[in-house]
């Protein structure tokens, strides 16, 4: 049975004298997208269930700036970036866990430059170090027993910054058969969303690129396609629909997965 | 004597036409902006090793790896080979390193000679997979006519070197046969023989062998230097084509690698100039009507035309081979939109090519009416890329095409506000709620509540 959450804003923490361990940078998606808020509620619940001291920023969040800039809009992107970094740095804050792969490439290399240099990790790594240390354990991993499980790198997770293994890692915990698509890790196809995609409509061709990746993903008969990136979600899940196929595979977040095969979810 | 002089000339020439062209290149690509490229030296030696020198990514296609690098050690190794037929053109003697090779020559000589069959039998596979295989990325719009044709040049040229090479080994080798048989009756070397010690071994070449059997002395002799100056006028035209051509890329391929990006794929260049007036604009103590210098050049944002990318964009379009790997990787691409990766290098490097005609005849950049943006690249193409990565991933000698593709939305964006209307209300949304979609800022938090719902 889940527990009640009270979620820490780093106001709170601060105002009460405390310091949290770890900032979790929710991003637009995660905070506003009804299907990436189960994602996002997904993390908080396994946050709190580790013991990890985090906060979130609440309403001082803002866009961190990347589809402005992948747009080619620079002056938004710094105006953003400025702001956010004027809030993270008066909290001095150190490190940051994020459930976006947009958010995590940004923050991690885009931001230092401009004066803000944090420790950022993306919510599979800290999800897979949690469970090396223990501190989430999975007992009812065995419900996914006999289940497939394929899983679609996000280019700004994988290519853009070499993180293949950590959600990887993650899955091995659950009890099920990890399969490969043909293009995986550094030969993984886009899912369509990045470099402002996904709030645009796409250039005339025969294929959605969405389609396209969510072909691969059906190839290798997958009860379950897992993602680590909302946006990567949206696409999916839309890709599924696609070939109506909602009914017999589920598009989830590494972080659902392993809240689910923890019980943490509320049923 | 005659043909040592001419020799020397045809030498020179070929030197002297590369040399020209080398510096026209060079000339073009430092029309580009400033950028440093020499911190971290270790490591960029090492990326160099490992990607040029050893083809680490060549080989992520197994059978085009393989196949190339047959060419590429071959051509290495041949060269040793041709270094030799150089200096016999100057001093006029025949096999110079025979005479203190010993067994090491002939093995030498032998294994060219392998090397030389595999590269004339990798040429030819090539050949075919270009030209009758329906491979998807050699017919993509961009290679019609002329890139096609170069292509095809280089391969057939290749083979007829590989071809002289052997043939003239092989009247060699016939030659020196004479020499034995007429030493082993004692009789004397007649002067235009005694070029042809014994010396080699030819495991290929000794198959072409019946071609020239037949053939008299003065025969063998002409069939010989034919080859001979065929081979090494061929390389020498070969020398002077390359820089033209897309097979720049056995030269260029080296720096190329050596200024790679070194920082992480999806990190993309933070725009100093921005930098400087967000920070005015955000800063209350600055003093809102500082002027800049009045000398101070305009600041331009984002890139237009080939001289507002950096050198390093233009050293990228002249290291292109046009492999189309990259293009074949492209998401956009492989969903039938206008966007090739590959034709974004190609473009570059044809306008930089024009824009260094104009510099040729004018002695400056003349506006030409024309840039890259538009001219040669439309903003379709541009707004079909997903900064995935997909196409420097695929490059076999880091080639950054998305940098490109970002600078010249820049421009879009910053100089003409030009972008789908879609993307401008995403602008504004991110400007006025702090999120690319319409909801209020204040509505950030709303999960928190539906969390224990
Ligand atoms: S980054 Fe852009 S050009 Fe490169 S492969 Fe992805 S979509 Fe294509
Ligand atoms: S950019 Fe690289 S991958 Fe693309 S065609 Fe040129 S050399 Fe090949």
Known sequence: MAEHITVPTVAQLVSAGEVPEILFWVGCSGSFDDRAKKITKAIVRILHHAGVKYAVLGAEETCTGDPAKRAGNEFLFQMQAMQNIMVLNGYEIKKIVTGCPHCFNILKNEYPELGGNYEVMHHTQLINDLIKEGKLAIKGGESFKGRRITFHDPCYLGRANDVYEAPREALQALDAELVEMRRCKQKGLCCGAGGAQMFKEAEPGNKEVNVERTEDALEVKPNVIATGCPFCNTMMTDGVKNFEKEDSVEVKDVAELIAEAADLLPS | ?453
């Open chain 2, 1 to 453: 004597m005659i043909a040592q002089i001419a020799f020397v000339l045809v030498f020179a020439a070929g030197i002297f036409l590369f040399a020209r062209r080398v510096r026209e290149i060079r000339r073009n690509i430092s029309i580009g902006q400033a950028v440093d490229r020499t911190d971290r030296k270790n490591e960029r030696w090492r990326t160099m090793t490992m990607v040029a020198l050893g083809q680490s990514k060549m080989v992520a296609r197994p059978i085009a790896g393989f196949l190339h690098l047959l060419v590429y050690v071959g051509f290495v190794l041949i060269n040793i080979e041709v270094l030799e037929i150089v200096l016999d053109g100057i001093t006029g003697h025949h096999r110079l390193f025979a005479s203190f090779g010993g067994g090491v020559y002939d093995a030498l000589i032998g294994a060219f000679e392998i090397l030389a069959a595999l590269v004339l039998i990798a040429c030819v596979v090539f050949l075919i997979r270009r030209n009758v295989i329906n491979i998807r990325r050699f017919r993509m719009k961009e290679m019609d006519g002329w890139p096609k044709s170069d292509a095809n040049i280089i391969l057939v040229a290749e083979v007829l070197l590989m071809f002289a090479l052997l043939s003239m080994n092989a009247c060699d080798a016939l030659l020196q046969g004479k020499v034995a048989e007429l030493m082993a009756a004692g009789q004397e070397i007649p002067e235009a023989l005694s070029h042809y010690i014994e010396a080699g071994s030819f495991p290929v070449s000794s198959m072409l062998q019946p071609l020239y059997a037949g053939m008299d002395v003065d025969g063998l002799i002409m069939t010989e230097r034919f080859m001979w100056w065929f081979h090494i006028i061929g390389i020498l035209a070969f020398l002077v084509y390359v820089p033209y051509s897309k097979h720049f890329h056995i030269i260029m391929a080296f720096p190329n690698t050596w200024y790679s990006k070194l920082e992480p794929k999806g990190q993309m260049t933070n725009m100093e100039a921005v930098t400087n007036e967000v920070k005015l604009m955000l800063d209350p103590s600055a003093d809102p009507y500082a002027a800049p210098p009045a000398d101070a050049a305009p600041v331009k944002f984002g890139a237009k035309d080939v001289q507002d990318l950096t050198w390093k964009q233009l050293f990228d379009s002249y290291t292109c081979t046009e492999c189309g790997r990259c293009s074949s990787e492209c998401p956009a691409n492989q969903t039938g939109k206008l966007l090739s990766p590959r034709k974004i290098m190609m473009d570059t490097r044809d306008r930089l090519e024009e824009v260094g005609k104009n510099i040729q005849s004018d002695g400056s950049i003349k506006d030409d009416g024309k840039s890259l943006l538009r001219d040669y690249i439309s903003e379709e193409e541009l707004w079909a890329c997903t900064t995935c990565n997909a196409c420097t991933e695929a490059c076999p000698v880091n080639i950054d095409p998305v940098s490109i593709i970002l600078d010249l939305r820049r421009h879009l964006i910053m100089e003409e506000s030009k972008s789908p209307e879609s993307i401008t209300s995403m602008f504004n949304n991110v400007e006025n709620n702090g999120a690319p979609w319409a909801f209020p800022a204040a509505d950030r938090g709303k999960w928190i509540e539906e969390l224990n719902a």
